[in-house]
């Protein structure tokens, strides 16, 4: 089990605790690495990997239901990502088809409402009727919204929202951050809270760039596939410890000087 990164609190490690305060993310997006990396360790391909990545997202996102995390964003398909070896890029559709197929009632069951965040249209035929129809079988759910970053990039997203501005006939006037957010692949969804990456690489990846300016960062060791409850719950612990300024400097601060 990773522990998470040095925190600046006072200079001392944060200690990896399970006890958590009421103050929990509404929204928490996760850029999901390491599939490969645990596949190699094991002398096995990378669809393996990817295979038990895929547990771990049933794993986390029951724990997100039983700890109140409502939205969960998971980056599963960048647009970098068609440059991979062709025989990975067909692994990997096959198994985002499949488990669309095999999960659609159970999420249905459990009240999740699934969204698709990115350009579908260069996605195939079958899979683009698969997310349609996950999407309309769970479009009234209300427990919770499992958003699936699909052949997503946070540029192209904002290419897009400026694209929609144009057809729109927006005046230039008229532009600012309410007319490109509510243009976004799913605007109805909050800002992410926290942003989660494992394998302990420290970028963002192009992963939802307008909703996260004011998201908190963490970055762990584990590698995907290893990702548990646990594992949320030190990052929520860790959540918790933080200061939220959103830009701006607590009055305490200010009173001091």
């Not at 794993?59 to 440059?83: K, M, P």
């Not at 990115?118 to 997310?131: H, T």
């Not at 946070?154 to 400026?162: P, S």
Request: glycine share 8%.
């Amino acid at each position: 089990m990773g522990r998470w990164r040095r925190s600046r609190r006072r200079g001392r490690p944060v200690p990896f605790a399970h006890t958590l305060s009421s103050h929990v993310p509404r929204h928490i997006g996760i850029i999901m690495d390491g599939n490969g990396r645990w596949a190699r360790g094991r002398g096995r391909p990378a669809s393996f990997g990817h295979r038990q990545g895929v547990r771990a997202i049933k794993r986390v996102l029951q724990a997100c239901e039983d700890l109140g995390v409502h939205a969960l964003s998971i980056y599963a398909f960048s647009t970098e990502n068609w440059a991979r070896p062709r025989a990975e890029v067909r692994a990997l559709m096959r198994l985002f088809h499949e488990t669309m197929q095999r999960e659609i009632d159970e999420m249905h069951r459990r009240g999740v409402r699934i969204v698709v965040s990115g350009r579908r249209d260069e996605l195939s035929a079958r899979m683009r009727e698969r997310i349609d129809e996950a999407m309309a079988r769970t479009a009234n759910n209300t427990n919770g919204v499992l958003n699936v970053c699909l052949n997503y990039g946070g540029r192209a997203e904002i290419v897009d929202a400026v694209r929609k501005l144009v057809r729109d006939g927006l005046p230039a006037q008229k532009v600012d951050e309410e007319a490109i957010s509510s243009r976004m692949y799913n605007p109805e969804l909050p800002d992410p809270d926290l942003i989660i990456r494992t394998a302990g690489e420290h970028r963002v990846s192009n992963f939802l760039l307008w909703q996260s300016a004011y998201s908190e960062m963490l970055v762990t060791e584990t590698l995907w596939p290893d990702f548990g409850e646990d594992e949320l719950k030190a990052a929520l612990a860790e959540y918790a410890l933080r200061v939220r300024r959103f830009g701006a400097r607590p009055a305490a601060e200010i009173a001091v000087g």
